[in-house]
């Protein structure tokens, strides 16, 4: 029971530093059931296990490998704070007579980056110039049209055309999704770049008490300016019915995967959402295909 008590305390100090977890090893604990979380009445070292299962449930741990590892026992686990890093977790063939898990993760979270998007400022259109565009592409199309045109051909020329006269009448500007922390202002990053020159300096003169103090200093700041984020600008915006700041809090302290995680094929790691598109296209026509062949013909009766 000792070594509960000290994986207890062990997780206690992880803990209070915010830091995702992954615990993994022999727990010698094949009488807990998982999915309910409970410990079979007939089980050896109940109390053992008991134990183990509310150290696990009190620091908020899932455990998420299913395969036994040693006959029909499930004894060796893997268990995270974080379940949305982990993509797989299986068995291989061990030196001993369990099995080997091997456990395939993430070591932070993946944020599926969002491409610039082009926002036209309306404002400062050029109205008349771009009517008079507008009219000719139309009376093109009527042509085309008259002339035999295909309903895709008719499509192309409008859609080419349209997009043309917009960006020859309407200026534009390309709009880019902020993935910085929202209390990161422009005296902090004046402080990030003075303390890369400490740093750099430091490295050549081996003498590192400037930087580190500087590091310091930046720290603080860091943390004045993210303490003065929540209690001045999300309380002020949650007061005037503002929640913006509110969300944009909650999104820079998101320790959880967003959107779809990389996938592999062949061994080889697909990133881009058009590579996962047509993985995931072809996976589910395998499968559909997999399952109409292993449906039998209707015969007449």
């Known amino acids: 029971m000792e070594h509960i008590k000290e994986l207890d305390k062990s997780l206690d100090h992880i803990s209070n530093k915010n830091q995702t ?12 059931n998982w999915n309910t979380m409970s410990v079979n009445q007939n089980a050896q070292d109940k109390e053992i296990q008991r134990a183990l299962m509310e150290v ?51 070591t932070k979270p ?3 980056s969002k491409k610039p998007r082009k926002c036209y400022i309306y404002s400062k259109a050029k109205w008349e110039d771009l009517h008079k565009d507008l009219t000719i592409l139309s009376t093109n199309i009527i042509e085309m049209y008259h002339s035999g045109a295909t309903v895709q051909e008719l499509w192309d020329k409008f859609k080419t055309d349209l997009y043309s006269n917009l960006d020859n009448h309407i200026p534009s500007k390309l709009i880019r999704s902020k993935t910085s922390l929202p209390w990161i202002n422009h005296k902090i990053r ?14 050549k003169t081996n003498n590192w008490t400037n930087y580190r103090h500087f590091q310091k200093e ?5 943390r004045k300016a993210e303490y003065n984020y929540i209690n001045t600008t999300i309380l002020e915006g949650l007061e005037n019915n503002n929640s913006k700041p509110f969300w944009k809090y909650v999104k ?28 995931l296209i072809k996976q589910f026509s395998s499968v559909t295909e997999l399952f109409a062949s292993s449906v039998a013909s209707p015969t007449a009766g």
């Not at 004046?190 to 490295?203: D, E, H, N, S």
């Open 21 to 32: 977890i992954i615990l993994t090893g022999d727990f010698n604990c094949p009488d807990i």
């Open 56 to 106: 696990i449930i009190s620091h908020s741990l899932t455990q998420i490998h299913e395969t036994p590892t040693r006959g029909n026992n499930l004894l060796d686990i893997v268990l995270t704070s974080n379940p949305s890093l982990i993509k797989t977790s299986s068995n291989a063939p061990g030196i001993s007579d369990h099995d080997m898990i091997v456990t395939d993760c993430d």
């Open 110 to 112: 993946h944020y599926q």
């Open 190 to 203: 004046k402080m990030f770049k003075k303390k890369t020159r400490l740093y750099q300096q430091a490295k």
């Open 218 to 222: 930046c720290k603080r700041q860091i």
């Open 252 to 279: 820079s302290r998101k320790q959880d995967n967003i959107g779809i995680a990389p996938l592999k094929s062949n061994g080889h790691l697909i990133n881009d959402s058009k590579g996962k598109a047509e993985l």
